[in-house]
């Protein structure tokens, strides 16, 4: 039977990255973060995780990483960040919250000409949700999309996901009271 997911962004959602150090990019462009020595959870997010999964929610990271395209970082060092990220995000008894990462290399400005493009998966085009919602039998108009980039809820609503079930985190409301509200809204799954 279709279950619903969570689909959030990775980057100054779930995990700091603005407010990183400029050391945390070393010589790459400030955002590419791609070292998983510097993957900190954001207040709250592991606990508001969580909540959210014990209420029967597939949480699923998409996350644009077109680093890759622009040379700042390889594609191992973002799985290997991706992996960080997924150690960190566990429940009571240490399994892992998360039940999938997809990420988009690709990016139409970039020098490594296998990644140099647009693509299907780069949101906001839809892609990596759809994808995930095949895979995992996910019921989309159920599904939530978080995420701190108007890009981010742009590519939940183009696959499916209802306008009142994408939210913006930002300082003044963050994954906590992303989910307060999802569980609010959702209170038997």
């Not at 290997?80 to 690709?106: E, H, K, S, W």
């Amino acid at each position: 039977m279709p279950r619903p997911a969570i689909f959030l962004d990775r980057d100054d959602t779930l995990i700091e990255n603005g407010s990183l150090p400029p050391e945390a990019f070393a010589a790459r462009h400030h955002g590419d973060l791609c070292d998983p020595a510097w993957v900190r959870p954001l207040p709250g997010a592991i606990e508001a995780c969580r909540r959210l999964a014990r209420a029967g929610f597939a949480l699923i990271v998409v996350s644009n990483q077109g680093l890759v395209a622009r040379g700042h970082g390889t594609i191992d060092q973002v799985e290997a960040t991706n992996d960080a990220m997924r150690r960190l995000f566990v429940d009571d008894q240490r399994r892992g919250l998360l039940a999938a990462i997809y990420y988009c290399p690709f990016h139409p400005i970039g020098r490594v000409p296998a990644f140099t493009r647009e693509h299907t998966w780069r949101k906001p085009a839809p892609g990596m949700l759809l994808a995930a919602a095949a895979a995992f039998d996910i019921d989309l108009p159920r599904s939530w999309a978080i995420g701190d980039k108007p890009r981010d809820l742009e590519s939940g609503r183009r696959a499916g996901v209802p306008d009142s079930n994408l939210l913006l985190v930002s300082a003044a409301f963050d994954l906590a009271a992303a989910a307060d509200r999802i569980l609010a809204a959702s209170p038997s799954q």
